[in-house]
Every structure is written in structure tokens, then in C-alpha cells.
């Protein structure tokens, strides 16, 4: 079950990514990036008001704590991408999300059997493959800051599955409300100081708000996962959400699978066999 979830979360990050993409391209990313906080933050808390839990203010800094991680995470993955350095960004940032929580849940005492260990190391270079954007032929200057924003940016998305990760499943579902309200602030706080336009203006940015539910519904995942499993192969599966958004993109958008991409898409596919199989 806690597979399952977590191939719920990923695919559900990978439709959002792809329908905060697709608008982004069209707008502004930043206006997309709010509202889709927005929408993570009020599907967050409409099932914190159906789904009844007890959390403790513990639980809920919890939450605020992976709320700061997305912020983070989002603002220099945002960075990064500005300076045209996706293929360095995208890549490093997807396979730093995964790398952190496997370090920190190996650190809490989690003992993966020897043919999950296996799938989740080789998720790794899946993440890589698929999430790596083509080469553009132009020369490398930049390629140092690129990956320093791709390490920061997986160091906060690592901190928001680590941080979520450590609510029961008796303390409900108002620390993930917390956790988007926290990243939304973090968002509108962080596109100030870079003095970026970040108020929504058109009509097109409110797609924002469905991949804002949809990622909402990923952290629910992510959490359910956590708390029927282990933390590591959470992490692991869910950070493969890279591959559903390029599958979108190219039966929605004809958008062709490069030979990286698909070998990226193959190991994915062993990866989750063999820690199912484990």
C-alpha cells in the first residue's frame, strides 16, 4: 500500500508540474507559482475540516517546516530555471529530493530489504535521466550556478518530504495546511526579494490553482505513504514524478521522449518492480 501511495504522489506532482508548466509557459511563472500555493493551501484544508485528528503543536511545526523546504526549494528551482539551465537544475533538484530523506530515514534506524536497496538505487539515475532536459549546443558558462541552485532547490524539496514525513496519522491533516500556508508566505517572500512580479493578472495564471490541488493531493499521498511504510522508498518513488510529466507532455503535446529520457523511463519502471518485488 505504501508503493501505491507513493506512485500516487508522484503521478500526481508529475499532472501538476505539467499543468503549472503548460500555464507557465503561456504567463509568468511566479503568478502560476502562487496560485498554485493557493490551491494547495485550500485543498489542504478542506480535508483537514472533514477528516477529523488530534495534532499537537509539535505536528504542526512539523508542517510549517516543510512548508519552508517547498518555498525554499521553489524559489531557487525558480532561479535556476531563469538562467536557462533546466537540464543542470531540473535533474540535480529531483535527485537531491530523494537523496535526503534515504539519508535521513537511514539515519532514524529504516533497514530497506537488499532488492528494495537495489530499486531505490537505481531510481536515482532514472530521476537523472528523465528529468535532464536535452543539450542546447551553448557553451557552459553558468553551468556552476545552475547546479548550485539545483542543490539548494533539492535540499528544500529533500526537507519537505522529511519534515511531512514525521506526522502520525493521528494528528490529522491540519499540518498539511500549515505546510502550504507556510510555503505560500515563503513564495511571496522570496519573489519580493528577488523583485519579481508575483501577483496574478490574467486569466490563464488561475491553472495555477488546479496544479496547486493536485500537488495538494500529492503531499496527502506522500504522507499516507510515510505512515504506511517507510520514509526512504517514499521519498524514492515519489521524487520519480519527473517521468509522468513527460509521458504528458508527449501525448498531450506531441513533445518527443529523447533516448536519455526513455532509458530514464525504464529503469523507473525496474526500480519500482524490484521494491515491490522487495
Known sequence: ?????????????GVSDFVGGVASRRTSAWPVAFLASIGGLLGSAAVALVVT?????GHLLWGALSGVGAGFGSAFLYRGFATGR????????AVGAAVLPVVVGFALGERPAGLVWVGLLLALPAIWLVAQAPSDGTATAGLAEGLLDGVLAGAGFGLLFVAIGQVPDDAG???LAVAQGTGTIM???????????????????????????????????FLLSTQ?????????????????TIL???VVLKEAIFRHQAVGLVLAG???ALVAAG
Request: proline share 6%; aromatic share 8%; no cysteine.
Open 1 to 13: 500500500m505504501g508503493i501505491l501511495l507513493a506512485l500516487g504522489a508522484a503521478a500526481a506532482y
Open 53 to 57: 485528528g488530534d495534532p499537537t503543536t
Open 86 to 93: 533546466m537540464g543542470v537544475v531540473a535533474p540535480v533538484s
Open 173 to 175: 491533516y491540519w499540518p
Open 187 to 221: 513564495i511571496v517572500v522570496v519573489a519580493v526579494a528577488m523583485r519579481v512580479a508575483w501577483r496574478p493578472t490574467q486569466a490563464t495564471e488561475g491553472w495555477g490553482l488546479v496544479a496547486g490541488l493536485l500537488a495538494s493531493a500529492a503531499q496527502l499521498l
Open 228 to 244: 504506511a511504510g517507510l520514509l526512504t522508498v517514499a521519498a524514492v518513488l515519489t521524487s520519480l514524478y519527473p517521468a509522468f
Open 248 to 250: 504528458l507532455a508527449a
Open 270 to 272: 525496474v526500480s519500482v
